[in-house]
Nanobody
């Protein structure tokens, strides 16, 4: 079955950086589009970023554009989210998801930005 496992979350000061990773299994990762979606406390889901299967299309939410970078290594079945210049409002649980409209989700990794 499809499995997505995120890692890399944690506590960071404002202005700091984190790199999230998501390893996929149970499907053909190289043929799959991937997204990062977050949910802040008391708020709904927000798609942070998207990458198609061959880097031809990248998408970022306005709230993270120019600070976050999505990438993938299909040889490692892994998608990454490099997060720089983090702000307190980036605090959320970050989920890796398969496809633009998610058909599978990881368990999530907590990112907390606080001084």
């Amino acid at each position: 079955q499809v499995q997505l496992v995120e890692s890399g979350g944690g506590l960071v000061h404002p202005g700091g950086s984190l790199r999230l990773s998501c390893v996929g299994s149970g499907f053909t990762f190289s043929d799959s589009e991937m997204s990062w979606v977050r949910q802040a406390p008391g708020k709904g889901l927000e798609r942070v970023s998207f990458i198609d299967r061959d880097f031809g299309s990248l998408n970022y939410a306005d709230s993270v554009r120019d600070r976050f970078t999505i990438s993938r290594d299909s040889a490692k079945n892994t998608v990454y989210l490099q997060m720089d210049s983090l702000k307190p409002e980036d605090t959320a649980v970050y989920y890796c998801a398969k496809n633009w409209v998610p058909t599978a989700w990881g368990q999530g990794t907590q990112v907390t930005v606080s001084s």
